[in-house]
């Protein structure tokens, strides 16, 4: 009976994590069906309008503005990159250095991944207001919200899977969503990106990181990735 119910807790989390990158996938392939036909211009319209003023200036004036800003780098290269470099090293420092390089992998791959979707659809930004921040290449998805979620949910359940009480657990993973929620908002009202380019960044990353996610639980039960001190489940 024991063995029985471990088993069952093995593998309800990977069924679970299975219809999420189902869903996620089936998600992301209905944006991007609607988007190629021309059929979210007038909801794309309606929600970066809402945002801004008739004059087209963003809501809230210029310190919501230099909020947005601030909180857009989140989802930036450079930060990703360092907040992705400094857990590499404390994981490799931890003597958890197989780990240390698949989250480097996971991360690399992801932006890899975000780059050819967006060589794939080559989608323009916004031209109906302004752009109140630098922005380079295509459109769809977004690099940014796509590149928030891989990377805070990858770091998010690693920090998840360190501690053996649930609500820290919930802690880290809520956390992790909404940096990614609120980097992807800020995209939007800075008119960098239409809204169904964040839901596509959002949706590709978090199937993305939940592939990852279920490849480590593989690769552990192999005993190639080291299994954390604390949970092993």
């Not at 909404?178 to 959002?202: C, E, Q």
């Not at 639980?217 to 001190?229: H, I, S, V």
């Amino acid at each position: 009976m024991k063995l029985h119910v471990v088993k069952r807790g093995f593998e309800l989390p990977i069924l679970l994590a299975l219809l999420g990158i189902a869903a996620g996938g089936w998600t992301f392939a209905a944006i991007a069906t609607e988007v190629r036909n021309g059929d979210t211009r007038g909801f794309d319209r309606d929600v970066l309008l809402a945002m801004r003023t008739p004059e087209l200036a963003p809501r809230g004036g210029p310190i919501v503005e230099e909020i947005a800003r601030d909180i857009t780098s989140l989802g930036s290269t450079t930060i990703l990159g360092l907040i992705t470099a400094f857990a590499v090293i404390f994981l490799a420092l931890d003597s958890r250095k197989h780990m240390a390089y698949f989250t480097l992998a996971s991360v690399l791959g992801g932006m890899l991944a975000s780059d050819l979707l967006k060589d794939m659809f080559q989608r323009p930004r916004p031209d109906i207001v302004p752009h109140l921040a630098y922005a380079t290449n295509t459109s769809f998805p977004s690099g940014h919200s796509m590149m928030s979620a891989v990377t805070y949910l990858t770091l998010g359940a690693l920090l998840a899977r360190s501690h053996e009480r649930r609500a820290l657990k919930v802690f880290f993973l809520l956390a992790a969503a909404f940096l990614g929620l609120i980097v992807g908002v800020s995209r939007v009202y800075l008119g960098v990106h239409w809204p169904t380019d964040v839901l596509a960044g959002w949706t590709a990353g978090a199937v993305w990181a939940l592939l990852c996610w279920l490849i480590a639980r593989w690769l552990q039960a192999r005993g190639t990735l080291e299994f954390d001190a604390k949970n092993s489940t």
